[in-house]
C-alpha cells in the first residue's frame, strides 16, 4: 500500500533527462567504488581497521584477496554479467541471465560466494535457472548484483518489478527474506532515481520491517556484518541514514568491517542514486579500474534507455 502510494507520488515529480541520467550513473558507479573501497577492509573488524587505517578511506587495494588499487569484485562484475544478458535478450529473461553468470565463473573470478557457486554449477549440470525455495538462502550475493534489475524496469508495474527481482535472484538465491530485503534495496534505487529523498528511502526500509521484522535495524549498531542479508541491510540503512553525504555514508558503512565490499556495493548503489555522481568524490573515481568504471557508465545509461520510464518519454 504504501508502495502504491509512494510510486504515484514520485511519477508527478519533476526529473529532467539529464538528471536520471546522473544519477543512474551515480548508482552504478558508486556501486563499483563502493565495492572496491570495502573489499580492502572485507573480513576485518572495526577495531583491526582502525588500528590499521585509522579510518579506511582511500582506495588502497589488497585486502584479503589482495587486489589492485581501485580493483572490483564479484559484486560490481556479476552486476555487469547481468546487466549484459538484459541488455542482449532486450529483458530479464532466466536462461540468459544464468547462461552470463555461468560464463562470468569461468573465467575465475577473483572472489564468489558460495551459494552463488552451488546455483551456478546446479545449473551447468540441470539446466535449471531458479533454484528451489531454501531459508538459507538469504545471503547477500543476490542483492548485490541487483541494480540492473532498478535500471531496466524504473516505471515498470510494482508487479513486474518485483518478478524481474524473483528472475534474476532465484538463479541463485531463493528465499522470502532474501527476495523482500533485495526488492526493497531495488525500490530504494528506484525512488531516488525519480527524485526521492531520504524520507522516501527509510519509507520503504519500515515497510520492509513491517514485512519482515528479522530486518529492524534501529536498535543496536550493527557491526561486522556477515553475508546474511538481514546484517549487511541493517549496516547500510544505519550508515545512509545517518548521514548526508555519499562520501558520508560510504566511509560509514566499510568501517564496520565485515562483508565490507558487499555492503559498500549497496550502500553505494543507493546513494549514488540519491546523491548523484558528481557527489562521488574525484579521488575515488580517478582510482577506480578504468575498464569497469567504463562498463558502468555505458550499461547505467543503456539499461535506462530500455526502461517503461524512458521508452514512454
Ligand atoms: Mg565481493
Not at 502504491?4 to 558508486?30: F, H, K, M, N, P
Amino acid at each position: 500500500m504504501f508502495v502504491l502510494e509512494l510510486t504515484a507520488d514520485l511519477s508527478g515529480s519533476e526529473c529532467s533527462a539529464d538528471a536520471l541520467q546522473a544519477r543512474a550513473v551515480g548508482a552504478y558507479v558508486g556501486m563499483a567504488v563502493g565495492d572496491a573501497l570495502g573489499a580492502t577492509v572485507e573480513f576485518l573488524t572495526p577495531r583491526e581497521i582502525h588500528e590499521q587505517f585509522g579510518i579506511h578511506q582511500d582506495m588502497r587495494g589488497g585486502g584479503w584477496l589482495r587486489l589492485r588499487k581501485g580493483q572490483v569484485t564479484d559484486d560490481t562484475e556479476m552486476s555487469l554479467a547481468l546487466g549484459a544478458a538484459i541488455l542482449a535478450e532486450g529483458r530479464v529473461e532466466a536462461g540468459a541471465v544464468a547462461a552470463a553468470f555461468s560464463e562470468w565463473m569461468r573465467g575465475k573470478p577473483v572472489d564468489i560466494g558460495h551459494t552463488v557457486r552451488r546455483g551456478i554449477s546446479q545449473y551447468r549440470l540441470t539446466g535449471t535457472t531458479q533454484m528451489p525455495e531454501n531459508d538459507y538462502d538469504a545471503g547477500n550475493g543476490a542483492c548485490m548484483r541487483s541494480l540492473p534489475i532498478a535500471l531496466c524496469t524504473l516505471g515498470a508495474d510494482s508487479s513486474l518489478v518485483a518478478q524481474a527481482n524473483r528472475t534474476q535472484s532465484h538463479t541463485t538465491h531463493h528465499s522470502a527474506v532474501g527476495d523482500a530485503g533485495t526488492l526493497t534495496v531495488v525500490r530504494m534505487v528506484q525512488a531516488a532515481l525519480l527524485g526521492g529523498d531520504m524520507g522516501h528511502l527509510k519509507g520503504l526500509a519500515e515497510a520492509l520491517v513491517a514485512e519482515q521484522p528479522l530486518y529492524r535495524y534501529d536498535r543496536r549498531r550493527m557491526e561486522n556484518p556477515g553475508g546474511f542479508l538481514v546484517e549487511t541491510l541493517k549496516a547500510v540503512f544505519q550508515a545512509l541514514f545517518a548521514t548526508d553525504t555519499f562520501e558520508g555514508a560510504l566511509i560509514e558503512v566499510v568501517n564496520r568491517g565485515g562483508d565490507a565490499d558487499t555492503t559498500g556495493a549497496i550502500l553505494g548503489m543507493i546513494a549514488g542514486a540519491l546523491y548523484g555522481y558528481d557527489a562521488i568524490p574525484r579521488r575515488w573515481l580517478t582510482a577506480l579500474d578504468a575498464k569497469a568504471a567504463t562498463a558502468c557508465r555505458d550499461q547505467a545509461r543503456a539499461l535506462l534507455r530500455m526502461s517503461p520510464h524512458c521508452l514512454t518519454k
